[in-house]
């Protein structure tokens, strides 16, 4: 099992690159499932969880491959024979996003058995706003020995309105939908970019979709889709993740490929703590100021800040001027990097949902645990700028969302590098 051994105190300088946006990448992915035929995928970051999504398509019976060498970025998808619908246990218990496949599914094949899904430990995370939305366009729905199997003829439109605010179902049931017949309106939708970006695709392969990027969506059904060649667009969170990596070094990095628009209150943020935010070069530039300020911030949906960036940011306020108050409102057991912020030196204490940060004047580096994929992300970025040695085990868990993140972090001058365990 490999493990990530960084040395901090080097400011971090040059340009970086951000790869394709996993959480786009993979309902697109899943949409393959919609149209016979072979569709393209470009900018397709390389995952564990791309490995993943790509396993369970074959699985199914679709032919899926990643071209080698320069263009290693691109996926192809054909759908030429029968489909097998059904995601197995095996596969599902590592990911939690192979349940996007189970609507496609159900809307082309009239069929499909999911396995419940897995994932990063990080609290509940149900389908039943899934569930109910394939439900509202008439599939029947039982669960049996672990697995979600949904039914039906033919879907038909109708009115869901989601409980809570939820991506996946959202992407769930839209791609439900664009088969179904009639009109289905979505109420209550997640607006992430994540879910606009699947809304165009779909569109590209002759879907009916307004809406995406607000509260509610209208789907008019089609007959048939048609496959697709698409670039999927830049992950904003990684984009996040190397701009708080700027900042806690007290460096100064070019992010090419973020997007100002994705990031809005992250850039807000980053500028409140006193970090000079700039757009250039198709990118955003991130300045470091000499004191890092603390901020509160409150997790919620898109537009507001991102849950996915919360133990990145709370990484930076353990070393910034001042307290700052932290205040996870999406996931329950999201706190869990926190323990290992204390053996570097960290100053935090934990009251419910909410986490109080005393910033400290250094940080020391030590032996630490990944527990998830955000939290592994905030272990490195403290590794950053921790004093000594730190070393960061169970990093298959920053490979499920971070393509190659050493390697980028280590162009821009950081010592870091990945070893056997």
């Known amino acids: 099992m490999d493990k990530i051994i960084v040395k901090g105190g080097r400011p971090l300088q040059g340009e970086v690159t951000v790869s394709g946006a996993k959480n786009a990448a993979l309902p697109i992915l899943a949409s393959s499932l919609l149209a016979d035929g072979k569709s393209v995928y470009r900018n397709v970051p390389d995952l564990a969880d791309v490995t993943t999504m790509l396993k369970v398509l074959s699985t199914m019976g679709c032919e899926t491959a990643r071209l080698e060498g320069r263009k290693k970025d691109i996926c192809e998808i054909a759908i030429e024979g029968p489909i097998t619908p059904e995601a197995p246990y095996d596969l599902v218990k590592t990911m939690r996003a192979s349940v996007l496949v189970l609507g496609p599914l159900v809307a082309r094949f009239g069929r499909a058995r999911v396995s419940m899904p897995g994932g990063c430990a990080i609290g509940a995370r149900p389908i039943d706003q899934h569930l109910k939305g394939l439900k ?167 537009p507001g800040f991102p849950t996915d960036m919360q133990a990145q940011l709370m990484g930076l306020m353990t070393v910034a001027a001042g307290t700052s ?71 298959y868990h920053l490979d499920r969302g971070y393509e190659r993140l050493e390697r980028k972090l280590r162009k821009l001058g950081a010592d870091i590098r990945r070893v056997k365990a």
């Open 136 to 302: 509202a366009l008439g599939a029947e729905i039982t669960l049996t020995e672990g697995y979600v199997e949904a039914r039906a003829k033919q879907l038909r439109g109708g009115t869901v309105n989601f409980d809570v605010i939820t991506v996946t179902g959202t992407e769930n049931v839209m791609m439900a939908a664009v088969l179904a017949k009639g009109r289905t309106v979505l109420e209550n939708c997640a607006r992430e970019p994540e879910v606009e970006e699947l809304a165009r695709v779909l569109n590209k392969m002759g879907a009916r979709i307004e809406g995406a990027g607000t509260s509610v969506i209208t789907i008019e059904g089609v007959d048939a889709l048609k496959p697709v060649d698409h670039a999927i667009l830049p992950d904003r969170i990684e984009a996040g993740t190397l701009m708080v990596a700027a900042a806690i070094t007290g460096g100064n990095v070019l992010v090419k490929h973020a997007v100002p628009e994705h990031l809005e209150s992250v850039i807000l943020k980053l500028r409140e703590t006193g970090c000079t935010v700039t757009a250039e070069g198709g990118g955003l530039r991130v300045k470091a100021p000499k004191v890092i300020n603390s901020v509160d911030v409150k997790t919620t949906e898109h």
């Open 325 to 395: 108050v932290i205040s996870e409102s999406i996931f329950e057991n999201r706190f869990m990097h926190v323990p290992e912020l204390h053996r570097m030196g960290a100053d935090i204490t934990i009251q419910g949902h909410t986490a109080v940060v005393k910033g400290v004047k250094r940080l020391s580096g030590a032996p630490v645990m990944a527990t998830d994929l955000r939290a592994s992300a905030s272990l490195v970025l403290a590794g950053l700028r921790a004093e000594g040695k730190t070393e960061v085990a169970r990093i």
